[in-house]
T-cell receptor, first 114, second 109 residues
Framework: DSGVTQTPKHLITATGQRVTLRCSPR?????VYWYQQSLDQGLQFLIQ???????AKGNILERFSAQQFPDLHSELNLSSLELGDSALYFC?????????????FGQGTRLTVV | GQQVMQIPQYQHVQEGEDFTTYCNSS?????IQWYKQRPGGHPVFLIQ?????EVKKQKRLTFQFGEAKKNSSLHITATQTTDVGTYFC?????????FGAGTRLTVKP
């Protein structure tokens, strides 16, 4: 158990719909990252938040948005969903520890758009 | 912004053969991490390299950080079926961490 919680684990929705993915980072971790992983593909960086503020943006579509709340949990909103948005969405939080800056990943949310 | 490229995308080896994946950054990194994602799982931290030219070993795995701190490699000696998965590098700089696309390793028994 990484300590990062993502909900829901699975989500099936229709094209054109909107969904919200939720991430609770490890206690004390200020950074939250969102990644998209399509079938058998690598990790595509979407966006990073640090202590409530957007820190870096990757290949995130305009239909997607995210935010980090004062309690540090984060939500990724995906709207006007398309078939190609079907993927595994990971959230990770990071902290500077004894082994260095280590990212801890949640189990992911598998989104299927039909 | 910071870009991290990783090659190869896929690697198929016979059990017992060696395996290497390479990571290159467009910018100088403060450190680089390596992660392993087993099939159906999530990425798990393996190691972090910080110093220029640093080499670290974990049993059959050897990790190296380039002198310019812009490239890194992971070498596995005598692969085993338990090594299957996708190996990701992650370059870190100024609180910004970017992952490479990963190298998916399959091992034929």
């Amino acid at each position: 158990d990484s300590g990062v919680t993502q909900t829901p684990k699975h989500l099936i929705t229709a094209t054109g719909q909107r969904v919200t993915l939720r991430c609770s980072p490890r206690s004390g971790d200020l950074s939250v990252y969102w990644y998209q992983q399509s079938l058998d593909q690598g990790l595509q960086f979407l966006i990073q938040y640090y202590n409530g503020e957007e820190r870096a943006k990757g290949n995130i579509l305009e239909r997607f948005s995210a935010q980090q709340f004062p309690d540090l949990h984060s939500e990724l909103n995906l709207s006007s969903l398309e078939l190609g948005d079907s993927a595994l969405y990971f959230c990770a939080s990071s902290v500077l520890g004894v082994r260095g800056t280590e990212a801890f990943f949640g189990q992911g949310t598998r989104l299927t758009v039909v | 912004g910071q870009q991290v490229m990783q090659i190869p995308q896929y690697q198929h080896v016979q059990e017992g053969e060696d395996f290497t994946t390479y990571c290159n950054s467009s910018t100088t990194l403060s450190n680089i991490q390596w992660y392993k994602q087993r099939p159906g799982g999530h990425p798990v931290f393996l190691i972090q390299l910080v110093k220029s030219g640093e080499v670290k070993k974990q049993k059959r795995l050897t990790f190296q950080f380039g002198e310019a701190k812009k490239n890194s490699s992971l070498h596995i000696t005598a692969t085993q079926t338990t090594d299957v998965g996708t190996y990701f590098c992650a370059g870190h700089n100024n609180n910004d961490m970017r992952f490479g696309a990963g190298t998916r390793l399959t091992v034929k028994p």
